[in-house]
């Protein structure tokens, strides 16, 4: 564990921590008791990374993109291929890790929130593989702009619940899912999708996406003798760029950017750049970088992308922000859909909206960067399922 993500029950720094109430206590403290154990239970560890190995399909390879390089006059790029992971998304490692916890915990049912349909799908999948029920609520919104997904669940034996309130998005699913919890928690895990929420999420999340970061950092050790110069990652929540960057972060050597969905304005109300305006407060259960109104009131977010469509951002990201240890920049939905069509058509390999943003930030900055640097990202995602996205843009 590096210094930067170690935590005292939960805290990153000033972030962080447990705000719920008293009805999830009781669940809350369950949950961290046992994680605590398994993270430190060989046996569970290993029955962990044999489902990666054998079900998810891991390690992902690292792959060098050198014609899209060409095209954006930039350094070597290589794209760390989450693409490729099962069900298409890295989603599918916390969602894999958690499902065996809650089997462990005795738990037979799990309930989740999904915003793009990517954590959805791959606890459906995770639950139809480990033989638990699952129910995930949706926003009526995502579930629209998002149908093939909603599609997979339901063909995975999902029952998939239509959430009306608020936005009608993700967070709105978030809080649905923690009514349910509050009271079902006796047979019941809410297995969350990002590395945010009360503690033990944000550390439990993190912890089951850290496998990205290890393969990559011995990938490069491997393929280059060296670690990366940059590495680059999409943040809504923050896991996979959590994942990633955990295996970098005591390396200074190593500059790490996140890249949040700028969206189609800097107007409240039109983005997701929750580090631009930079004011904290407590959404889901966590201190940290939220998006609010003068009032406090959370704002409404926009984004071409859903999974990166959300109004808070994981804890340990707001410390790394603030210790200054990775820089977090956004750019606009018109820069990631020129990314998704640019890597599309000079490598063949089509990206989720949420990695194009990641991409997209190269993009700008690649023609500054000096040529003998290497440049890693975190391609999180398939864009298959942003086909409908791709049409309207
Ligand atoms: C959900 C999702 C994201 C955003 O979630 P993080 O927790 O920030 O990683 C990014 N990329 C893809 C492909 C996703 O499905």
Partial sequence: MNDYLSTKRG??????????????????????????????????MESFYSL????????????????????????????????LLHTGAHKLNNALG????????????????TGAGQHGVATAAACA??????????????????????????????????????????????????RD????????????????????????????????GEES?????????????????????????????????????????GVEAGGHGTQLGEHAARFQANTRGVLHGCYTVV???EHGQIAETASISAGLDYPAVGPAHAHLSETKR?????????????????????EGIIPALESSHALAYLMKIAPTLEKDKIILVNLSGRGDKDLPQWMKG
């Fill in 11 to 44: 805290r990153y720094g000033k972030f962080g921590g447990t705000f719920i109430p008293e009805l999830l206590v009781a669940p809350i403290q369950e949950l961290e008791k046992a994680f605590n154990a398994a993270k430190n239970d060989k046996g569970f």
């Fill in 291 to 293: 998006l609010q109104d």
């Fill in 52 to 83: 990666l190995k054998n079900y998810a399909g891991r390690p992902t390879p690292l792959t060098e993109v050198s014609r899209f390089a060409e095209a954006i006059q930039g350094p070597r790029i290589f794209l760390k291929r989450e693409d």
């Fill in 326 to 346: 990775v820089d977090y920049v956004a750019v606009s939905d018109k820069e990631a859909l020129a990314a998704f069509k640019l890597l599309a058509q000079t």
């Fill in 217 to 257: 950092h011995a990938q490069c050790t491997q393929d280059l003798g060296k670690n990366p110069d940059y590495v680059i990652a999409c943040v809504g929540g923050g896991s996979n760029a959590i994942g990633i960057f955990s295996a970098f972060l005591n390396d200074p050597t190593v500059h790490l950017i």
């Fill in 129 to 178: 593989h480990l033989g638990l029920t699952c129910v995930v609520y949706m926003g009526s919104i995502d579930m629209e702009r998002q149908a093939p997904n909603v599609l997979r669940m339901q063909l995975m034996g999902a029952k998939v619940v239509s959430v009306q309130q608020g936005s009608c998005t993700l967070k709105d699913a978030v809080n649905e899912a923690l």
């Fill in 181 to 212: 919890w509050a009271e079902s928690f006796t047979n019941t895990h809410y297995c969350l999708g990002s590395a945010l929420g009360p503690h033990p999420y944000p550390e439990m999340v993190g912890h089951f996406q850290s496998c990205i």
């Fill in 98 to 113: 958690q499902c065996l916890l809650a089997k462990k915990m005795g738990k037979t049912r799990i309930i989740a929130e």
